[in-house]
């Protein structure tokens, strides 16, 4: 289950310790936790678009977070910063770029099945 990040000191904590990654859809920080937990945060800001844009930014990084999360392998803060690419996009592509990030920072771990 995905907690979400609501208070700005936390928000804060995550991008001033976190490690960035940068797409053309988003820019993730990520910085691991002690704990099974995964818990996120999204920021999408008014040059989006209009709200009804900004929610839909929202639903597809939600979407791409909860394909994301059964191989995520340890607990971690995620910031994803959205960016005006995002609009054109389906949530398998921001998931696959998710996937880079988290490999990167070896917290993927593929399940065999």
Request: charged letters at 25%; aromatic letters at 6%; one cysteine or more.
């Amino acid at each position: 289950m995905i907690e979400k990040l609501k208070i700005n000191k936390e928000f804060r904590r995550v991008y001033g310790r976190g490690k960035s990654h940068i797409s053309p859809f988003v820019v993730s920080y990520v910085m691991r936790q002690k704990g099974e937990n995964v818990r996120l945060g999204i920021t999408v800001s008014k040059k989006i678009g209009s709200a009804v844009v900004r929610n839909r930014a929202k639903r597809i990084i939600t979407a791409a977070v909860r394909e994301c999360l059964p191989h995520i392998n340890c607990g971690c803060d995620i910031v994803l910063v959205a960016r005006t690419r995002i609009v054109n996009v389906k949530s398998y592509d921001v998931a696959a770029v998710l996937k880079t990030h988290l490999m990167a920072l070896n917290m993927w771990q593929e399940n065999d099945k």
